[in-house]
């Protein structure tokens, strides 16, 4: 089996992205487990499909999968990246505005040159039922135990579910504890991407996040929209804010509860590539 790729990423977020516009997606959990290993494979955090619309309404579909093999509703580095390849693959002008379709539903994507893109990442919901999160009413923080202590958190879905810590240091080494205990907290029953937040002011915020399928990464698109969404509806941040990751900085837009939220960052080439469909090693 020899599979054509590109590798891509988003501020460190990386991505192995596979052309399925005339062959239907075929890999295994297996397969992409094999091909996400970092020593024997090509590495990435995400698998991305580029695949024909379901939703006549949309120009494309794109499908998602974490390191593990196990699928994923929304990618905001993601989208970034299935924007400037289809910029690539000659589907997409700069300053074109296009809708395309993500396992979580339409989202639009403005290409605003070769490696930047504007993506409408919809309305963020705090609802507990659709994240899915165990909580007996909506609210904009929650006590959760989490091993010996009980920490505050925000709650939402970006298409994803995430919860959103407050830490006055990133680099504290409890965050390397508490990031894999809430990302499988019971409280998520799907899972959970943890971000850890540091407010910087009211137009910058820095940010880790602990993915469910894919560990710490260097970025999280979606983590950043869900930071800015808890900081923004808390009154702690302005409608435009800049959210500073390991791999980089994301500029985030959002009025407020019934809005879009709007994202804003680089998408970038590394190389493209032939996975030879070795043995699977996992």
């Given at each position: 089996m020899k599979l054509p790729f590109s590798k891509m990423h988003g501020i460190g977020n990386d991505f192995v992205m596979v052309d399925c516009r005339q062959q239907p997606f075929a890999?295994?959990?297996?397969?992409?487990?094999?091909?996400?290993?970092?020593?024997?494979?090509v590495g990435f955090d995400q698998l991305i499909s580029i695949e024909p619309p379901r939703d006549p309404s949309c120009a494309f579909y794109y499908g998602i999968w974490n390191a593990d093999g196990s699928p994923s509703g929304?990618?905001?580095?993601?989208v970034r990246c299935v924007a400037a390849w289809l910029h690539r693959a000659g589907e997409l002008a700069i300053g074109d505005m296009v809708k395309v379709e993500s396992p979580s539903g339409p989202v639009t994507v403005r290409l605003n040159g070769p490696n930047e893109v504007t993506?409408?990442?919809?309305?963020?919901?705090f609802d507990p039922a659709t994240i899915p999160f165990i909580a007996n009413a909506e609210a904009d923080r929650y006590g959760i135990d989490v091993g010996d202590e009980v920490l505050e958190i925000g709650a939402l879905s970006m298409g994803n579910p995430h919860a959103v810590v407050v830490v006055p240091d990133l680099h504290a080494p409890s965050l390397?504890?508490?990031?894999p205990l809430l990302t499988t907290h019971e409280r998520f029953p799907q899972g959970a991407n943890t971000g850890f937040v540091q407010v910087m002011g009211r137009e910058l915020l820095r940010l880790r996040v602990h993915e469910r399928g894919?560990?710490?990464?260097?970025?999280c698109g979606t983590g950043a929209?869900?930071?800015m969404a808890v900081m923004r509806l808390r009154g702690e941040v302005d409608e435009r804010v800049h959210v500073e990751l390991p791999g980089g900085t994301l500029t985030i837009e959002w009025e407020g509860p019934g809005h879009t939220l709007w994202m804003t960052g680089p998408a970038t080439f590394v190389f493209e590539g032939e996975w030879l469909g070795n043995a699977p090693t996992h």
């Open positions: 890999l295994s959990e297996a397969q992409i487990r094999d091909i996400a290993d970092r020593h024997t494979g929304q990618c905001g580095n993601g993506v409408d990442m919809g309305v963020p919901s390397f504890r508490l990031g894919s560990g710490w990464t260097m970025a929209c869900a930071a």
